[in-house]
């Protein structure tokens, strides 16, 4: 064990397994599509660039160094932060204005934060963050001269787009730990806590020197993977020295080049913010709508998908909305844990797909071949999947290699 190495007896409170849910879908198509999302998901939204100049701190273990960061009292912070965000995907905005009839009847307000977030996937964004404790936080991500604005405010959630003057509101935000919950993305902290939780004997933690983020003096800690096959080179997060917030974030892939995520803070103050940044009311003249409404939408395909593939899709597919997800196994442990998806049906192909998925399904879709046989592998610098030609679905934060070696053991 390295010298500053944390020991596999992690505390409780920064262990434990990573949580996540599937949801129904009726087209195979989608199942490749769901990689950029979760792709995406993974990272979620975190805050780039320290500022040059390591400060002489007094030496910590990576022991300490975790429980400075689950200890940690910070409620209260504003400032700016900017985020990179390399998957190795091809541009997103065409995919998300085809795939827009997927929810509702495609007219769905542009506020939405699930539409209006995806574009954090890929390039780098600047963002202004508050927050005072759990129930309110306002986050506004500045483009050239339009902002779109997401607040949390007690019961509320609002957010709006000063490019289309439209508004989205939800109500019921704080209705209980069990309500489901339009979240705002999450912090450096929030995001930390996840990867320190799946920590265990499978992966390396390290602090790695000092660093100056945004004017603050924060330790280095580095997460790696002893596993082969995974994807993640490392983790890198810098952690304030005076109150154990992490600042910075950074996540490199095993294929090198920039990496998948570099943000962290360039502006940071822990006073609490003003009472009125929180507060929101809708401009004059803008269209509101209301997420209740959004949801009560029925589900619909995109323009002319049932002319394209018959009326009787679902059966083509195999299966429909209530049985696709169910046979989800998983294979494996730690870093290089791979969900395994019987769908029951035979693989899409790219000329039968329709016109909003073929781009996409050539742009980073790959044939592959093996002792399971022949398939398609999806690839992005963090996860990848495999569609083998009989309808089976490995996915997973790990290599080429790993996806076929166990397609290649189930048979």
Do not use: C
């Not at 409620?75 to 509702?104: H, I, Y």
């Not at 936080?137 to 439209?166: M, P, R």
């Not at 509101?288 to 939408?297: L, N, Q, S, Y």
């Amino acid at each position: 064990m390295a010298a500053n190495e944390v020991p596999s007896e992690t505390p409780s409170e920064v262990r434990g397994e990573a949580r996540g849910e599937t949801r129904p879908r009726a087209s195979r198509y989608v199942v490749p599509v769901a990689v950029a999302g979760v792709a995406a998901a993974t990272i979620g939204l975190v805050p780039a660039l320290a500022a040059a100049g390591d400060p002489d701190l007094p030496e910590i273990t990576a022991q300490q160094l975790i429980e400075k960061i689950a200890g940690s009292e910070t409620q209260t912070l504003s400032g700016t932060f900017k985020v990179s965000t390399d998957l190795g995907l091809p541009a997103l905005g065409g995919l998300a204005s085809g795939l827009g009839g997927l929810g509702g009847d495609g007219a769905s307000s542009t506020a939405d934060p699930a539409q209006k977030l995806t574009e954090l996937a890929s390039g780098t964004h600047t963002l202004r963050l508050a927050a005072d404790g759990p129930e309110r936080q306002k986050l506004t991500l500045l483009d050239g001269s339009d902002e779109y604005s997401l607040i949390h405010n007690g019961d509320d959630v609002w957010a709006y787009d000063s490019k289309s003057n439209e508004v989205f509101h939800e109500k019921g935000a704080s209705e209980g730990p069990e309500a489901e919950r339009k979240e705002l993305p999450a912090t450096p902290k929030e995001l930390a806590d996840e990867v320190l939780k799946a920590a265990g004997d499978t992966t390396s933690i390290t602090v790695d020197g000092t660093a100056k983020v945004a004017g603050r003096d924060a330790y280095q800690l580095v997460i790696k993977p002893k596993q082969a096959g995974s994807t993640v080179a490392s983790v890198k997060i810098a952690v304030d020295a005076a109150n154990g917030t992490p600042l910075k974030f950074t996540l490199s892939s095993v294929e090198g080049g920039k990496p998948v995520v570099d943000a962290g803070f360039t502006k940071v103050d822990f006073a609490r913010p003003d009472a009125s940044v929180f507060a929101f009311e809708a401009p004059k003249g803008a269209k509101v709508t209301e997420g209740a409404e959004e949801a009560a939408k029925p589900e619909k395909l995109p323009e002319n998908f049932e002319k394209e593939f018959g009326k009787d899709f679902e059966k083509e597919f195999g299966k429909g909305f209530e049985d696709f997800g169910k046979g989800l196994n998983v294979i494996g442990e730690g870093w290089t844990t791979i969900a395994r998806l019987d769908t029951g049906a035979p693989a899409p192909k790219t000329e039968e797909a329709p016109k909003e998925f073929q781009g996409l399904l050539d742009s980073f879709g790959d044939e592959v071949t093996g002792k399971f046989g022949s398939g398609t592998l999806f690839k992005t610098k963090l996860v990848n999947a495999l569609l083998t030609d009989d309808g089976k679905v490995y996915v997973g934060a790990v290599t080429k290699d790993a996806l076929v070696d166990a397609a290649n053991a189930d048979k």
